[in-house]
């Protein structure tokens, strides 16, 4: 069993930034890779940026490319969201997940844990 525990959500006012950390703990995967997903209220989750354990390569969605940025501690188990220039619509829930697959994963069914997310609110 793996657990995930995200922190550093919290209310920001546009313009600002925020760093959100995600620590995992318990059972690992040896070609893992880990994400962080969002979901606004009325809106599905949607995928946002994700990181390869072992090679540290990312991926970020088009809507926070040059904003957002995913990063790893390995030593810490844990990856990090830096978030700036945060605008309203990012507001959400940002959850963090962890796969087994040898791959760049966007899509959330191929997430295997997740953890309780962290609300992030950007004021206009």
């Known amino acids: 069993q793996v657990q995930l525990v995200e922190s550093g959500g919290g209310l920001v006012e546009a313009g600002g930034s925020l760093r959100l950390s995600c620590a995992a703990s318990?059972?690992?995967?040896?070609?893992?890779?880990m994400g962080w997903f969002r979901q606004a209220p009325g809106k599905e989750r949607e995928f946002v940026a994700v990181i390869e354990w072992s090679s540290g390569r990312t991926y970020h969605a088009d809507s926070v490319k040059g904003r957002f940025a995913i990063s790893r501690d390995n030593a810490k188990n844990t990856i990090y969201l830096q978030m700036n220039n945060l605008k309203p619509e990012d507001t959400a829930v940002y959850y963090c997940?962890?796969?087994?697959?040898?791959?760049?994963?966007?899509?959330?069914?191929?997430?295997?844990?997740w953890g309780q997310g962290t609300q992030v609110t950007v004021s206009s």
């Open positions: 318990g059972r690992t995967f040896s070609n893992e890779g």
């Open positions: 997940a962890i796969h087994n697959r040898p791959w760049i994963m966007t899509s959330e069914g191929g997430y295997d844990y």
